[in-house]
């Protein structure tokens, strides 16, 4: 039980919403001044939607399923940076969510060559 409520703690922002929260992929909280400029671009530019960084986790899993199957983002945008060919997982985070939410895009993100 002490698991469960430090789920819901831990991630409070994730389990309250309208279904209006679209879920952000990219190099954020790193202090690179690019990537950063980039999200907050589209938290701006997307204002009337609840922007988080994406988490995939079984955790996130499990508690969408106790919600009935209901998904806690409307839609995960890769967004920022060169994400793309890039080796720190970024492009693979949006397969999965392609996988699980369907609805996904890419923002401004650069592509490294291989």
């Known amino acids: 039980m002490g698991n469960l409520i430090s789920l819901f703690k831990n991630n409070k922002d994730h389990f309250f919403h309208s279904n209006n929260t679209i879920g952000y992929i990219g ?38 399923k106790l919600m009935f199957n209901r998904n806690i983002y409307r839609a995960v945008f890769l967004g920022g940076g060169t994400l793309i060919n890039f080796t720190d997982g970024y492009y693979e985070m949006l397969k999965l ?18």
């Not at 969510?97 to 291989?114: C, F, L, M, S, V």
Request: aromatic share 16%; proline share 4%; glycine share 8%.
């Open 27 to 64: 190099c954020i909280g790193y202090n690179n001044i690019g990537d950063e400029a980039m999200y907050q671009a589209f938290k701006k530019t997307f204002s009337q939607f609840k922007i988080l960084p994406f988490k995939n986790s079984i955790k996130i899993r499990i508690f969408e």
């Open 97 to 114: 969510a392609q996988k699980h939410y369907k609805k996904t895009a890419i923002w401004g993100t650069g592509i490294r060559n291989p």
